[in-house]
Every structure is written in structure tokens, then in C-alpha cells.
């Protein structure tokens, strides 16, 4: 018996691993944002009877929606987004049906998107609505502790629900505007819930705390809620691993966040379903009659795993299988193909504590909430779990490796809407089009860490990387005092080179860019950027600056045509060859010395404008070709990746 029940554990791995290999191929992700991009047209309407609100359910959706356009650069995902909070914010910056008098914390969760398209695109209008949502952070009711209230109606209490709702904005605004010293207070909002709501034997945490014990609901002594809700612990482990995204390294709190996030994944994967990969509604009551397998909360605690595990903060070994199997018994379980689009079952509409009628947060009263097809909420979740699971296959490849962007020779700095001046122009960071923040999540996406260089190279600042970017270098007109490639620097890049870095040199055109100086790095490798400017483009007469990549090219291997707009031509010799040619002109080469590897292009190419699919017709494979340079990029040295056959 002991046997055959080890034999069924087995059979039903394997078939779990072999759905998730399936699905990969499948993209339920894409196919999940069809549906949604069709029930809900225009505007997250959930009940036909009552006006459209303001609402966190959107929120969820839309940062979904916004990881797949992160991943696929296709820009029918970044219109989505903006029609959406166009529908509710006014050019004025002011938001239909938002009330800050409200205090209701689930309103703040939008500002997420607000935030991400006034990086983008830099309209004022999205900055006033954000900046309005982070006003009422700075007023809302607080316990005596200073944990946010879950609204002005439930008084003193703090609810796990509540975390998602405000502090990853929390955090996103402060690392966008420089409030370093708010990051204390939103470790505190997870400190303080974890005190109060945690349970020491099994590590979970309870659905929601009232510090005045006056609820119903909450124990006289501990003023906890009495059950586990498992969406509720969902939205607390994304709200962790969504905090940590953005939060600094060197903030004494940081590690406070992480062992709370260890602590809250081991407990999670204690009560993780053996047979289907799940989690419970009421996550510890499995057994228990009425309970059943939920969706939402377990896409949710998914992402948490799987999320926690691409930082850094959570054992791979550990929790990147628990997130896999989960995975798996979601698309077993709850993911349905009817009347042509795909469908997420078995998501609860809502379960809260108080209010009225009163939820007395009874195991009856959470049996007793509907369960439904395609709530927002369930469907969210889906997406940022399937955005982190679809992404798997192609971690390893960049595991352990640091790829450094320079901001030395292109110094280039603004100033931002604070006043304070920033890195500008092909810094990781920046959204808008001058930016490479695309580039930057295509690494990330891969496995490997992004970083940026501020200072000149030496050996101790490059030994650590595996890939070094430097990228139109300045001129006297983009800075007052530019910092020139000197001898030393040459020496020290080619070193490390030939020690097995990859280095990336990323020019511009004649008008825009230095040469005299950064081709003494260039020609030690045999290429020298001509200062020219070829492949001009007028207006968007986009296929004049087309260029044909051939079949089965060596780095290239799914672009077909790619866009190249007003660049240096290179002229190559020994040790470097010519990788792509267009009209007799060599536009790419890239050179082997040493034990690394030299890519050369003269154009800052893989810049958001010409990545991101906002710009460009379709029939152009920009992003395409960016994500097989990273690939190529961080494969050269392994064979993982094909590699020119040199000498030959």
C-alpha cells in the first residue's frame, strides 16, 4: 500500500510538471488578457445595476496587464492600461469618484498604475492624481502604534488586505521621489501586522487585528480575527515581495522584511495542498466540511513564492517547486476554455470583517460567500502569477550574473519634477523613451541582476560583473565637463575583458556622440565607430531605417527585421568581425579576446522608444531583437547559446 501510494504521488508530480511545461508554450497569460480585454471593454463594470467606482479590483488587473507588456513589449497591453485610468482620472489630475475623505486604504492601490504611466509618457495628470492618493497616506487614521486603518469606518483596525492596498504604492512613490526615510514607516505597517496577527504555532496570520478589541470579531485578548482567510494572506505575501521590489539595500529594515518573509513563506508551504498544489479558503481548516480550494489566493501566494524567489529573498531550492506545483493545480483546477476564451473559476467575490450587515468572521460567514467566474481580483492574480511563472525557463541562464550600465561616459543628468537632479538619458530607471528600463527588465527576466556604474571603471568596481554597457558616450553640449575614455580606462576594460567579461559598446550618430576618445577602447578590439550618420529617417518613414537580419544569425535568433535610426557605420578588423551588414556598411560586429567577448553597435538601439511597441509598426522586431542580445549576452561564455564559429 505504502508503495502505490508513493507511486500516485509520484504520477501526480509528473503530470503537474509536465502541465507546466505545457503551458509555457501555451501563454495562459496572454490568452488570460484577451478575456479580460473583452468583458471588460471599457471600463471594470462589475455589476450592471451600479455606476463604475474608483476601485482596487482594477488595480490588481492592471498590474497584471502591465508585466505582460514588460514581457512582450507589445503596446495593445500599455493602451489597455491608460484607457483604463483614463476612464477615471481628468486632465486636471482630479479622480472621478475618488473621495479622500474616505480614508478607505483599498483606494490607494491604483495609484500604482498612475505612477507607472506618468513615468512613462510624463503627463502632468497622473502625477496630481498619484500625488493625491499619497496625500491621503499622509493623513489617514492610524492605531496608536501608527498602522494604517483599513478605512475610517473599521476604526483601529488593521487588516491584511490592507497592505497590498497602500504600501507597494507607498513604496514606489518614495523610491520615485526620493522620500527615503517614509521606507521606515512602511516596514513598520509590516512589522506591526505580523506582531499582531501572526500565530506563533502555525506562522500564519489571522485575516485582520483590532487594536481596541471592540469588534465582534476580535478576541478580547489578542483582538484578533478568528480565521485564517487565505486571500487575505495573499495579499500580505504580495504586498512583501511588491515592497521589497523597491526597497533600498542599505535600509536597516530591509532584512527585518525578508526574515518576515521567510518566516510567512515556510508557514505558507506547511499548509499547501499535497494533492492539487493549493490553498484552502480557509487556509488551515482543510479537512474541514464547506471548505474548498481557492483561486485567488492561491495565484497570489504563487506570485509571492515564485516573486520572493526571482529577488533573492526566498530559497530557490525550497519555494521555487511549492510555486511551480501551485501553478500547475491553478491551470488543473480553475482555468477553464468556454465559448472560445479562457476563464479563471473558483475565485470568492469577497469576504471582509464587520460592516453591515455584520461579518462576524465566523467559519460559516466565510463558507458562505459566493464563488465566482473571472472576479478581478481572482483574474489579477492570475496574470502576476503567471507573468512570474512563464518567465522560469529562461532564470537560469542569467543566475549569478551582474550586468553593469555605465554612467560615467554618459553622464547626463535632469531634473525631475521634485527639483533634484537624476540620471538621464539610457539609465536603467528611466521609463520614458530615452530610458532602458525595458532592456533592464529583460535582463532581470533572464536571471540577472542590473546595476549601474557611476564611477570610472577599474578592476574593483568590474570584477563583480559578468556584462558592462557603456552607452552614447557625452559631448561637450550634453555636459560641461565630460569624462572622456583616458588610457587608463581602456587599459582596465580590456583587461577584463580578456579576463571573460562581455562588454556592450552601444555609440550614437556623428551629431549626438564622442568618438575621438572612445574609440581608443573600440579599435583595441578592432572596430572603430566612422563618424557618420547613415540610415536616416524622415518624419516616420519607419522603413528607411529597416534592416533585414538573416536567417539562423548568430545572435539574432527570431528578429527578422529590426529598426536602426540615423548611426555610426563601423569599420571592423582583426580581431573583430562584421555581424550585420546593410547597403555594403557594417552596422554590428562583435570580437572575442581573451577569454570575453565584445558586442558593437552605432546606435543606442535598445532604448524604450523603439523596444517598448509604443512607436513602432508591428512588422518590426526591436523587442524581439533585444531579448536575443540579452540571451546572447549572458550565454557567449556557456554554449547554451550558439557561438560564432571564430577562425573560420
Known sequence: MAFLKSMKRLITVVLLLVTVQQLHAQSFSEKMATTVMTIWKDSMQMDKDKPVKWAYDQGVVLKGIEGLWLRTGDKKYFDYIQKSMDFFVKDDGSIRTYKLSNYNIDNVLCGRNLLMLYNVLGKEKYYKAAATLRDQLRTHPRTKEGGFWHKEIYPWQMWLDGLYMGQPFYAEWSKTFHDDTAFNDIAKQFILMERHARDAKTGLLYHGYDESRQ???????????????????????????????NFPENNAYRDTLERILNR???????????????????????????????????SMLVYALAKGVRLGALPSSKYLPAAKKGYAGIIANFIKTENGQVNLHGTVSVSGLGGNPYRDGSYDYYMSEKVVVNDPKGVGAFLLASNEIEIIPGKAIGKNKLVLLDHYFNGETKKDITGKNIPYHYVWDEMDNNGFSLLGEIFKQNGSKISTLAEA???????????????????????????????????????????????????????????????????????HFNQDNKNRVKGTNFEEGAVPIPVNHSIFKNAKKAYIKELSTLKVSAPAKSVLKKDGDDLIAIAKVGHGY????????????????????GEFDNFQAAQDFVKWVLTIKTNKYDIIPWGK
Open 457 to 527: 571603471p577599474v578592476y574593483e568596481n568590474l570584477s563583480a560583473a559578468s556584462v558592462y554597457i557603456i552607452v552614447d558616450p557625452d559631448t561637450e553640449k550634453e555636459s560641461t565637463k565630460p569624462n572622456y575614455m583616458e588610457p587608463q580606462h581602456v587599459k582596465a576594460i580590456y583587461n577584463w575583458v580578456k579576463e571573460g567579461g562581455v562588454l556592450a559598446l552601444f555609440m550614437n550618430d556623428s551629431v549626438n556622440a564622442e568618438f575621438d576618445h572612445f574609440n581608443t577602447l573600440a579599435e583595441k578590439f578592432g572596430i
Open 598 to 617: 565584445v558586442f558593437a553597435v552605432g546606435d543606442p538601439w535598445f532604448y524604450n522608444e523603439y523596444i517598448d511597441g509604443r512607436k513602432l509598426p
Open 264 to 298: 510567512f513563506a515556510t508557514a505558507v508551504v506547511k499548509y499547501q495542498d499535497r494533492k492539487t498544489g493549493l490553498w484552502y479558503d480557509i487556509v488551515d481548516m482543510a479537512g474541514k466540511d464547506k471548505n474548498y480550494v481557492e483561486a485567488s489566493a492561491s
Open 215 to 245: 469588534q465582534q470579531w476580535a478576541d478580547k485578548t489578542t483582538g484578533r480575527s478568528p480565521h485564517v482567510w487565505g486571500r487575505a494572506m495573499g495579499w500580505y505575501g504580495m504586498a512583501l515581495v511588491d515592497v521589497l521590489e
